[in-house]
């Protein structure tokens, strides 16, 4: 399955880099989402059992588990602070971020 | 091989259309446009046309409809008229900025308000600015042809834009003629199969009809704007290669009647033609330099032609079913245009007749022949045909 | 198919977008991709979810996917099935997702032929109860007394005076093959009708609340809460339509509870007890008429 990806992109420089038509290559990234945050969850993994809650309601799907290794991908981490408050074992708290 | 039939404009095209083998149709009835969707569906009822015939409901749902079957692949057809035109104007912009080449038919009709269903052009006049390329035919046998080009210049892998092709409501579209319709293999040798990039595909996924901030935006409608213009060249390839397939030909954005040594020239568009070009006989046997352009298309707008067509004339009119309130006729305006761009000094009226479906009679249009010669009047817009005339 | 954290697909087809922190639409969109996979077409009208997610070059969408005019969604819809048909395509969806103004309001007259027609496609309504990408206006779906910049909370106005249009039983009249209403707040639920519509043949809508953080005015971290309470105090509930019949899925626990959802909300801060009065006496109509006439039975 094709993952949206982030990529090194140049600004056009000649007609030929604009597309003829409003069509282009899906789910192509240019900027991070990182700046939005004012605060970042933390995962304890003592208190993680891997349940995957926090994956299943995350709207921006930057939490990731495989074999119960729950990890978060910053770059697009907005902060929502829905992961800390639908864990159930209290094993996502949310640090300022400086 | 060809075959003759006796056929109203609206049955005219829908042969074409019928030929050109649109995989999807979507169909919405709007009076004097309805009978190209029901000869449509009687052909897919008789399998003589494979297509997926879709009855939506409203012109908006037509338009999107055809966007969304165009934006996997496939050649689409629709067709419309007068306020179900206006009705789908959101969608003309997002078909044409889309680069989607789908063909609609569009019968020309007044619009409200006062109601009337009679012919005028003033319903695809007033979306020139859509982005579509817009040709208008002058009998049924143009409008079959042109039924089956329209996808090959739509198509065009230089132009990608959508054409619609306008026929005079009643006049053209429910009067009958003989009409010679093209065997499916000379239409099949004539027009290649539809194939894009400009589309959904489940091997390559693709982001469609996105957002453009003011960074790029002017970008992608200058591009939409070079496209259209390749058009005007389409068009003569167009005709040559239908020429060589089906055997007639059209010639290309205009065509001239006596022009190469006219004084005075008429420019007409759509089912008035025809009269048009047996006034011109008339007065050029009582010894009156009378010439015609007839204009094919009108976006993209071919000024440079007709300033060279003109030659050395006189005088010009512009005769049109059409009027932009508190402006002038908007074909007189693109005419005028093209004389101050090409530095073309001319005398220059406008015509303007046949709204909400008024008939222009021989004697009107030898009328304004005469206009054109004597000059007498001061005020360059003219109506034909008024019922009150005193003021 | 029982959807849950462990067993859906890792792959993200809707990332890296610009919703605001804590969007419900954006999450509702995600998971819905998520059952239906990568072989899907996308429709999404001029709203939200193509305004954070389609911005050349920035293209969120690792599926087929496109954005259709405001009213257009659902006729879209009916030409990328037809076409894809003619095409001859294969083991694909075609999916539009639109907000409550752009399903009930403008949109509502495609949707209701496309479903007239039995075009083989599924319509997610994803509703947080107001336009949200213009600024907060009522919609057809604002439910009472809740404020928006068109339905200010003053002496003359009071905030919304009308109903919630009632979408789920509107599509349900056209003998839809199937329906359900849903929350982004039980996921699981939600997941399973998303799987349940991709099974069907003909036309399937889910109408599901996805709370707007900044609509609503509460914080980020409180979506899920907003849109699992919304169905525990029974102001939404969660239910099918298929074979003619209605089923509900679920039976509210907390009823009682209605204050503290509604005036966590800075919408309904302005709720008198009066006000409050007529919204459960509403929600309890409903509810006699859902367990007069429903049959009862959990989503399969």
Known sequence: MKQVKLIEYEEPKTWADIPWATCSEAGILITKNAGWRNERPVIDPKKCIGCGQCYLYCPDGVISFAEGEVSIDYDFCKGCGICSGICRRGAIRMEEER | MSDKRFLSGDEAFAEGIRLARPQVISAYPITPQTIVVEEL??????????????????????????IGASSVGARTFTATSSQGLLYMAECLPYAAGGRFPIVMMNANRSTALPWNIYGDQRDSISQLDSGWIQIYVEDAQEALDMALQSYYIAE?????????????????THTYEAVEIPSIEEADAFLPPYVTDNKMDLEQPKNMAFTVGPNLNMEFHIKHHEAMLTALDVLNESDQRYGKVVGRRYGGAIGTYHTEDAEYVLITLGSITGMARNVVDDLRASGVKAGLIKLRMVRPFPGDQIVKALGLAKAVGTLEKDISFGAEGTIYTNVNSAFLKNKRVIPSYNFIGGLGGRDITKEQLTECFYKLREQKEAEPIQYIGLAIKEG | MQWNAKNLPKEELF???????????????????????ERTFLAV???CMSAVGFVYPQLCFGNNAIISTFAGTASMLTGIQAGAKALGLKDYHVLGIA???????????????????????IYICYDNEAYMNTGIQKSGLTPFGAKTTTTPAGKQIHGNQKEKKNMFEIVAAHHIAYAATATIGY?????????????????????????????????????????????DTGLWYLAEYYDGTFHLNRKPKKKNQVEEYLLSQKRFAHLTPEDIHIIKE????????????WEYERVK
Request: charged share 20%; proline share 3%; net charge neutral.
């Open chain 2, 41 to 66: 569906a009687s052909m897919v009822e008789r399998q003589s046309l494979k297509s997926e015939f879709i009855h939506v409901e409203s012109e908006h749902s037509a338009l999107s409809c055809a």
């Open chain 2, 156 to 172: 065009h892998k230089g132009v990608s834009v959508p054409v619609m092709v306008n026929l005079d409501g009643f006049i053209l």
């Open chain 3, 15 to 37: 990332y890296g977008h610009k919703a605001c922190a804590g969007c419900g639409g954006s999450l509702a969109t995600r998971m819905a991709l998520k059952v239906l996979g």
């Open chain 3, 45 to 47: 009208p001029a709203g």
């Open chain 3, 99 to 121: 907000g409550d103004g752009g399903t009930a309001d403008i949109g509502l007259q495609g949707l209701s032929g496309a479903i007239d027609r039995n075009d083989d496609v």
């Open chain 3, 187 to 231: 996921m699981e639920d939600f997941l399973g009708k998303v799987e349940r519509a991709k099974q069907t043949k003909g036309t399937s809508y889910i109408h599901v609340i996805a709370p707007c953080p900044t609509g609503w005015g509460i914080s980020s971290n409180q979506t899920i809460h907003a849109a699992r309470a919304i169905v």
């Open chain 3, 282 to 293: 509403q929600r309890d109509e409903k509810w006699k008429q859902i367990e007069r006439e």
